[in-house]
């Protein structure tokens, strides 16, 4: 059989902020990882360890300063701009801590926003986005405003909308940093339930116990995979959207 690609991989991934003069900070010094499809990885460490740097680099946020990234295969890491925008809207969904809803928008409307940037024809993909808006439990809160929903709610809207290009991979940074820990466990049972479906997840996290929800946990120190700890497989998922 054909061996299937990586859905990331780094080598020797390293990124420097030049501060004026001598000055500088590696915040990453050679980074290996690689993540086949299907895998739930957490990303931890302190303050100034590296995590948030190659999460940004990871979404194609921000361009590494030495080294590759390999996203599907494709070497991202010296795409020109407008490359590297189209593969950040096209193969990869955000989930942040704060949303980042737009508030003039309903919720169908914010799942679309996607389609939006990538310049696709909304009323095409109404009903997929509506199937998605169901899928995270919000099937009759589609016309209702940010303001309108609870903080678990308005998470929901952005998983929704993260899956709405159907990306090869999910990044989710302290998906549960804003809410209250009953609401944040449902959260975390939905992301859950997108990884036993095949979803491609990489989540950054202080928190060990939510880490210790991924099958991998990759603990960052000083710009460097300090260590790497394997869960043990979970069972046959019973989560659904509450």
């Known amino acids: 059989m054909p061996s299937v690609e990586p859905i990331i991989r780094l080598e020797g991934l390293e990124k420097r902020y030049d501060l004026g003069g001598e000055a500088e900070v590696r915040a990453l010094r050679g980074v290996n990882l690689v993540v086949e499809p299907g895998s739930y990885v ?7 360890s590296g995590k948030s740097t190659m999460l940004n680099l990871i979404g ?8 590759h990234y390999y996203l599907g295969g494709t070497d991202v890491s010296r795409m020109p701009d407008d490359e590297l925008s189209e593969a950040r809207g096209s193969r990869i969904g955000f989930i942040f801590q704060s949303y980042n809803l737009i508030a003039q928008l309903t919720v169908i ?4 926003v996607p389609l939006l940037y990538q310049g696709k024809d909304l009323r095409a993909y109404h009903d997929h ?16 405003r940010p303001s309108q929903l609870s903080g678990g709610q308005q998470q929901r809207v952005a998983i929704a909308r993260s899956l709405v290009n159907d ?22 049972e939905l992301i859950d339930t997108l990884n036993a479906q095949g979803k491609t997840i990489v989540l950054v996290t202080h928190d060990e116990r939510i880490g210790n929800r991924a099958h991998r946990v990759i603990h ?3 710009g460097l995979i300090e260590r790497e700890v394997i869960n043990p497989p979970k069972g046959p998922s019973s989560a659904r959207p509450a």
């Open 109 to 112: 409307e914010n799942i679309q």
């Open 60 to 67: 194609c946020l921000d361009r590494p300063t030495a080294g």
């Open 129 to 144: 986005c509506v199937k998605l808006a169901h899928a995270v439990g919000l099937g009759n809160r589609l016309h209702h």
């Open 220 to 222: 960052m120190q000083d």
């Open 42 to 48: 957490a990303i931890m460490g302190p303050s100034g």
């Open 167 to 188: 990306p090869l991979l999910m990044l989710a940074d302290e998906p549960t940093g804003n809410l209250d820990s009953r609401t944040g466990q449902e959260v975390l």
